[in-house]
């Protein structure tokens, strides 16, 4: 565990530091992250490997913050992707977007609460940045997200 929490914070350097490279306004994804949870008081846990959750290629990302609390009846799961191009962004918000849709089709057979819940979020892409959050105050999450971004 030690080992895979000192890999998954390398990472997050590395993505951190080529983060930098671009004309863009620099925005570290996993600040925002920090606020919403601060504003939401989530207990999350860290995915370190958007392809194994969500099928996003790892080139296709310049940075990402991503966390998921399976441990209620209702999954909340953020990620935020900063992709390198906008055909990255494309492909990352197809994905995204697909694991939304299954999800919503999913909670169909068991609970109407969490797909209505589901439904009611979305997947963005604007500037490279591609977001997908699914969760209670989905809009309010955004909109944090949002304002670090302008």
Partial sequence: MKKI???ALAMVMCLTAF???GGSKDVKLDEVMNKINTEYKLNLKKIDDLNKYYQVSNDDVKQFAAEINSDSNAPVEIVLVEAKDSDAAKN????LDAHLKSNINQY????K???AMAEKCKVTNENNFVTLIMAEDAEGMLN???DSVK
């Fill in 113 to 115: 609460e969490n797909k």
């Fill in 144 to 146: 944090i997200f949002n």
């Fill in 19 to 21: 983060a930098g490279c």
């Fill in 92 to 95: 990352i918000a197809e994905k």
């Fill in 5 to 7: 929490l000192t890999f």
């Fill in 108 to 111: 169909a057979s068991y609970s």
